[in-house]
Nanobody, 115 residues
């Protein structure tokens, strides 16, 4: 059974940093691309960052230069390092993968950027 468990969210002041983690189980982690998404009330979930099995990355324009996605295949974990956080980054953050055409999501972790 595929499981994704996010952690690392919290309350941070504008300009601060957080690192989110997503631990995967039930899959051969190294052969699947991973993504971080976020959602705020009333809005669609949006892709924040993705990482391929080869380590190629892509980012939402508004987070380029501030966020970094990475993966540790030995630990079955994908990370999202978030720096220079802004109030607009406040959201629930989810990790996602796709296995044999089916999407799997974590439960989400709340990130709140506020003074």
């Amino acid at each position: 059974q595929v499981q994704l468990v996010e952690s690392g969210g919290g309350l941070v002041q504008p300009g601060g940093s957080l690192r989110l983690s997503c631990a995967a189980s039930g899959i051969i982690f190294s052969i699947y691309p991973m993504g971080w998404y976020r959602q705020t009330p009333g809005k669609q979930r949006e892709l924040v960052a993705g990482i391929s099995i080869g380590g190629r990355t892509n980012y939402l324009d508004s987070v380029k230069g501030r966020f970094t996605i990475s993966r540790d295949n030995a630990k079955n974990t994908v990370y999202l390092q978030m720096n220079s956080l802004k109030s607009d980054d406040t959201a629930v953050y989810y990790c996602k993968t796709m296995v044999t055409g089916r999407e799997y999501w974590g439960q989400g972790t709340q990130v709140t950027v506020s003074s």
